[in-house]
């Protein structure tokens, strides 16, 4: 059975810290990246950022640059999303995806429909 499990979301002021954690099982975890999307109340579900820990290449969303960090423990299957510097604009729900690695690039790493599998999301909550 495929399972993506989110965890680490929660409550957290401006200027604060999270880390995120993507449990990945049931597929070979070298053959996919893994990427993050939130998705805020009223708004459309967004890509934040993507690893494919096999290759190395790792992708963000301009909104998180210089303030999140993908990483990857493959020892584990699990992805890491550490957000600091959080704003309020950064609450959402966030969710974790896996999309085949061949399939990424600069330019496609955010299209949703690509990605197969997907978590059930952990809440991110930040306040002013």
């Known amino acids: 059975e495929v399972q993506l499990v989110e965890s680490g979301g929660g409550l957290v002021q401006a200027g604060g810290s999270l880390r995120l954690s993507c449990a990945a099982s049931?597929?070979?975890?070298?053959?996919?990246?893994i990427g993050w999307f939130r998705q805020a109340p009223g708004k459309e579900r967004e890509g934040v950022s993507c690893i494919s820990s096999s290759d190395g290449n790792i992708y963000y969303a301009d909104s998180v640059k210089g303030r999140f960090t993908i990483s990857s423990d493959n020892t584990k299957n699990t992805v890491y999303l550490q957000m600091n510097s959080l704003k309020p604009e950064d609450t959402a729900v966030y969710y974790c995806?896996?999309?085949?690695?061949?399939?990424?690039?600069?330019?496609?790493?955010?299209?949703?429909?690509?990605?197969?599998?997907w978590g059930q999301g952990t809440q991110v909550t930040v306040s002013s």
């Open positions: 049931g597929f070979s975890f070298a053959d996919y990246a």
């Open positions: 995806a896996a999309v085949p690695r061949w399939f990424l690039s600069a330019n496609r790493w955010s299209l949703m429909r690509a990605y197969r599998y």
